[in-house]
């Protein structure tokens, strides 16, 4: 399958990094000449110097013969004039990164038809919703829904005196409808047997039915309440599409910039929240404001290391928990380290959406797990899949994979190598980074 991506910015690189990790065929055009050249120096890609925009571009063979592009330039109206070009020429899907709300709001079928748009991408919007979604979940690092909302994973660090930290899991006293799906130990993911054990700080992955998990996360709310106040520091696109969000849960939002319109922007779509010009680091602001006595505070400006600064100083003046959102990936897992609670990609979150539109089929959902180490994919067992109506223990599975929940008959299964696959099944599976081109044709039907 050959993929296109126009502009090699930030989503542009992160897409193509990963897509080229999969083995897939991937071109990258690119007018900047520096970014090119990283792309060329760092991705096993092709890159091509041009305007992505031009109609002699798009008329390319390398474009023409594509199964599907991914417009992420700077510019939404170049976005949207290249997936109208690249459909005229025959690329089979369109992807565009769309950040204005004013497109966004246009209908699917005038984007479809008319723009030539198979999908819009907008990170800010998909950052606000992950956070949304987790700060709904007081206790967990991350929390995604599978199966229409059926089955539930949940992410935790676990801490030294948990209850369930040196315990072999064939020994562990939790529900049978959960499952300890993955262990994620010193940057190493590991699919954990019986005997393996928890351990202080690991980053632990249950799986299971939506009910039974919402009532498991007590066991981990020891520390944690819900959010009943949220300081956001940043009213860019992410804070105002977020604290709207919020406070439609029921949450008390204070919003802190120093550009006095965006303040005005945010200030008009709250009712009961507040939009203050001001400067986040000014720690005589942040005190007199009751930072201490946030239950959450958001960093989301457009700058990383500020919005590190700002986590560490609303840690330090008593905010009980701090979400950081960064456009470099590589910026997780340090900021994790120096006390962050959750980090949050918005390239790798995109990132997420745009693998679940490529592999399309039966692939309902594609999670990007602890910095795409791991993906959570959701699918639908086809007909013709090699694996159903077998066991588990029959399937003959790679060990990288582990096949975490199956809904059959509207029914959540935790499953154990006695389980069989049946065609229409949805399954939740956990595989390691450069192992979904090997695993998935034992989920795809054949030809």
Known sequence: MRIVVVGAGKLGYSVAQLLADDQYDVVVIEQDEKRREVVKNSLDVLTIGANGASPMTMQEGFVKDA???LASTDSDEANM???SLAKQNGVKHTVARIRNTDYAQLSDAFLKDTMKIDMILNPEQITAKEINRILMTPAALNVEDYAEGRVRMFEVKLRK?????????KKLEIPKQILVAMIFRNNEMIIPHGDDVMRDNDH??????????HDFESEFTTTH???E??????????GRFLAPLLEQQGLFVKIIDKNKERCQLIAQKLNRGIALHGDGTDIDLLVEEGIAEA?????VTEDDKLNLLLALLAKHLGAAKTIVRVARNEYVELMEKVGVDIVLSSRLLSSGEVLRFIRRGGVVSV???EGAKAEAIELILPENSPIAGKRLRDAALDKECLVCAVVHDNEVVVPNGDTVLWPGDRVVIFVKAGYVKIVMPAFEGQE
Do not use: N, Q
């Open 67 to 69: 199964d599907m592009l």
């Open 367 to 369: 999670s990007l797990l």
């Open 229 to 238: 106040r949220v300081i956001i520091i940043g009213a860019g696109r992410t």
């Open 295 to 299: 239950d959450v505070v958001v960093c």
């Open 81 to 83: 004039i290249i997936c």
């Open 204 to 213: 632990v992955f249950f799986v299971g039915g939506k009910d039974v998990i």
């Open 161 to 169: 005196d948990s209850p369930f930290a040196g315990i072999p899991l």
């Open 225 to 227: 309440s819900k959010a």
